[in-house]
């Protein structure tokens, strides 16, 4: 078992699984995958299970009899992580739109650089993003912007979905309050975070959109992201999310 422990959740991305499995277990550090997939009826989960037998102590999948947002299958990995002895975790797309090369930096921010959570980040040094229509790069880049000046909170990609958590972040916030399960799920948990206190540093990335599969993006998430944070805002940190960090 390594202390990092790396969370792909996955619908219909038969294309990308084993590609992203094999890149991850070729970086300089040893990092456990962990694949959590919705009943993907492409045959997705299949595939993960023949890797097993190649990677038995390092692969592991967790299936979800229902898909029903992004949110819910983090929250899921973070759990199963929880339970067991993992101090990092990182979330991360199968589309390799997040590069399984910045792991290390991102994981190394935490342990080196003293963040209790690294973001791969877009927006930190101006635009990094390839292949995304003009629209959608403005649509995301105004999204972070939007965010940061709703809430205060002071990170330039709000809505990043590459993510270095330590341990003890996932343990404070309580994931069973976490309201939103589509796009703004990632920014709610940067939200309550901060709110925590936590620091947060962001790394540099170039994101680049996926060349297999389908985008899992939709108008209902994305306005879900757009009203969702109004409230956020203004509701702040609820009392009884309130915990003393150790």
Known sequence: MQDTLVIIPTYNEKENIENIIRATFSQKKAFDILIVDDSSPDGTAQIVQRLQKEFPKSLFLEIRKEKNGLGAAYIHGFKWALARDYEFIIEMDADFSHNPKDLVRLYNACLKDGADLSIGSRYSKGVNVVNWPMKR?????????????????????????????????????????????????????????????????????????????????????????????????????????IKKIK
């Open 137 to 241: 790069v403005l649509l995301s880049y105004f999204a972070s912007k939007y965010v940061k000046i709703v809430t205060g909170i002071p990170v330039d990609d709000t809505t990043a979905g590459f993510v270095c958590y330590r341990r003890k972040v996932l343990e404070t916030i309580q994931l069973d309050k976490i309201r939103f399960v589509g796009y703004a799920f990632q920014i709610e948990m940067k939200f309550k975070a901060w709110k925590h206190g936590f620091n947060i540093k962001e790394v540099s990335v170039i994101f680049t959109d996926r060349t297999l599969g389908e985008s899992k993006m939709s108008k209902t998430i994305i306005t879900e992201a757009v009203f969702g944070i109004i409230t956020m805002r203004f509701k702040g940190l609820p009392k009884s999310d």
